[in-house]
């Protein structure tokens, strides 16, 4: 089976500048209140049908987070994979029915992956493949989830065994834009979502799960579906996901203030793993999404970056949470 603000920008730089207690659990939510109240969507139409305190938090953060960076004019625009990218999808579609685009003006939308494809689909907008995108083309923004978002936006992704083709969309795209809700924000990856998602070639699995665990993850794992004679989960390139614990990681910034991101005893930072896990044979990607943004590789005169250069959390107390990056100010 495939499974598949105006908003007042406080940086994470200005964040860490403030010297908030860097216990873990402490920063986030100590961040969340600072921002929660400061932006909620201008308008937002009634649900179809009425949403627990998570999934409305999931669907605030969609609409304001289209509300910041969609347009009608748009060429291209990728659409990840989840639970809640289903809000993206439905606040630009909503968007587009009260901002319509330019006269025989094509929004084309591309998918991550299976669902995402049916998602777009159900939702009237017009996909198109990743690979028939014209060849130097660059998507306008991409809209997709994440299982984590640490203090520099670095990301845990492929809970949902999509992560290759979210890469393939956000390094292709000028932006990313995550959306989440409140329990996804933390200022270390790993500290509430458990291990990483990896995508192996089924043949090599065995070696690379031997590889982890030399590498310091406790207990790696091929991801079954909960049916368990119906054997590992299969991803949309019919590939495996082996989940990887590992210690929390150190942000690049931990690693610049003397903390130890060797790897050595266990904790690493999360570019160093990244890297390291992306050279053993057989794995295709791994799911932290790290290093440099879209507007920094453009500003390098690069293209597309792996991490968002905002993230929108929906917030317990109705209000949206919103993290960019220095650049976006
Ligand atoms: O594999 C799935 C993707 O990376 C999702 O974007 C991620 O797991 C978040 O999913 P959800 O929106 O369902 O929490």
């Known amino acids: 089976m495939l499974v598949s603000c105006r908003i007042p920008t406080l940086t994470t730089r200005t964040l860490r500048a403030s010297r908030l207690p ?3 659990l402490q920063t986030p939510q100590l961040l969340t209140r600072l921002l929660s109240t400061m932006a909620t969507p201008d308008s937002i139409p009634p649900p179809a049908k009425p949403l627990d305190a998570i999934e409305s938090a999931k669907r605030k953060a969609a609409f304001r987070a289209v509300q910041d960076h969609f347009k009608s004019s748009y060429n291209f625009v990728g659409i990840g994979s989840g639970s809640t990218i289903v809000y993206g999808v439905e606040a630009i579609k909503h968007h587009l029915s009260t901002n319509p685009p330019p006269q025989n003006h094509m929004n084309w939308f591309v998918p991550t992956g299976w669902n995402s494809r049916k998602v777009i ?66 200022r270390r990856l790993l500290t509430q979502w458990p291990s990483i998602p990896i995508e192996v070639a089924p043949i090599g699995h065995v070696s690379v799960l031997r590889e982890l665990e030399l590498l310091g993850s406790n207990g790696p794992k091929i991801r079954e579906h909960t049916l368990a004679k119906a054997g590992p989960i299969q991803t949309d390139q019919s590939f495996y996901i082996i989940d990887a614990p590992f210690a929390k990681l150190l942000t690049p910034e931990d690693v610049a203030e003397g903390a130890d991101g060797s790897g050595k005893g266990g904790v690493w930072e999360v570019s160093a793993l990244a890297e390291r ?53």
């Open 22 to 24: 860097t216990t873990p």
């Open 277 to 329: 896990i992306k050279r053993i044979t057989g794995v295709l990607e791994v799911g932290l999404f790290y290093g440099m943004n879209g507007d920094q590789t453009q500003a390098a005169g690069m293209k597309g970056g792996q991490k968002p250069v905002a993230a929108y959390f929906g917030m317990e107390d109705g209000g949206v949470s919103v993290q960019v990056a220095p650049e976006l100010k």
């Open 121 to 186: 689909e159900e939702a009237g907008l017009v996909p198109i493949n990743f690979d028939s995108l014209p060849g130097d083309a660059m998507l306008d923004v991409c809209f997709d989830g994440a299982d984590e978002v640490d203090a520099e936006l670095n990301c845990i992704k492929g809970g949902g065994a999509c992560l290759f083709q979210e890469k393939l969309v956000a390094t292709r795209s000028k932006r990313f834009i995550c959306i989440a809700d409140y329990r996804k924000q933390q």
